[in-house]
């Protein structure tokens, strides 16, 4: 990587103290001085949700000043954490300070924010669960208009491998009167569902839709996640399964994965470890053809991927079809029966 020129960091310091530290992180003064603009109006509008999110993240105790006559403990948790950085004489200083060293070492702003903007949703994000990328947001409200236009029925839909719940929840605020049943095996993953759907309840009521996080493995045998599904709908229910599994092999996510991500973001949630990259499409193409679902939309990694995936589908009977992203990547996979849902073939434009 190379190393940032003196001049840079003499101009960040001249602007503010704590704008050295976050340029380590962002590599470049525009995006770091948004970044700290951003830190600053999240902490002065939101201080007691901001104090809230930073007690709870790991290098909490890294700049404390012993102001205080109670000694600090790191063994703490984080209410009694959130106690003490209130006692603290100046927190906006020592907030700024700990997010500046935060991003320095790569640690995700998302994360520091505790929130990231996907679409009309504001979706809660806690570490231990992958930050939601763009590439999602775009293909899930694409998807979400696809289904407005097309299928104005009541919609059930499963969101294999959930995460934060982003997905899901966006097409059932989008969608109206759908059910999503979000699906996942980390209990962090889980949790942050559960407040995204909590702050997201006004959108979904008016949309007269539900959303609803649930526990399962997507690696368990095919006819457990069958009989699961089933369960969750009703026999023969479900319409869509959409899902942006793990799909990083171990040689890529040390070689093409960014130092943020391979430090913070959950491993679980990008690479399926010890088998092979493609293991959860292929474990959750057989699930939708057993519980006669009408269209599967997958999220993958590139072209070679997408070409993986489609032969897949099409020995499964699948006919299948590839939206490029915003970059003219071949990052969604679609499939579908023949007379059935063909409309899912319509990329974005
Ligand atoms: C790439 S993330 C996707 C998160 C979210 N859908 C998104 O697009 O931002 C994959 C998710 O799969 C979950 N996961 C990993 N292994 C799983 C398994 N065996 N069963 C269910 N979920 C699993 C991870 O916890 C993680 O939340």
Known sequence: MPRIPSI???????VSPFLPSILRGTRDLSSARTELRWITEEFQQNRTAFLANLARLPYFPAVLQRPSRIRYRPQWKWTKRLEYLRLQPD??????????????????LQYILGTQPFHLLDVVVRPGVLIPRPETEELTSHLAGLLETHHPEKLNVIDLCAGTGCIGLLL????????????????????????????HEDLLSIAGSEYRPVYHDVLSTVPKTVAFIN????????????SNPPYISSAGFNKDTSRSVRLWEPRLALVPDGVDENVFYDRIIDVATEVHANGIVFEVGSWDQATSIQRLMGKKGWKSSVWPDFHGKGRTVVAFREGGWEWLQSAPS
């Open 231 to 242: 369960s969750q709908l009703g026999p023969g229910k479900a319409d869509l399964i959409v």
């Open 172 to 199: 059932s605020c989008l969608v109206k009167g759908t059910t999503t049943i979000g699906v996942d095996i980390s209990k962090s993953a889980l949790a942050c569902m559960a407040e995204n759907k909590t702050k």
């Open 91 to 108: 927190p906006a200083r020592i907030v700024l300070r700990q997010c500046a060293r935060l991003r320095e070492r790569h640690y995700p």
């Open 8 to 14: 840079l960091i003499h101009q960040a310091a001249s």
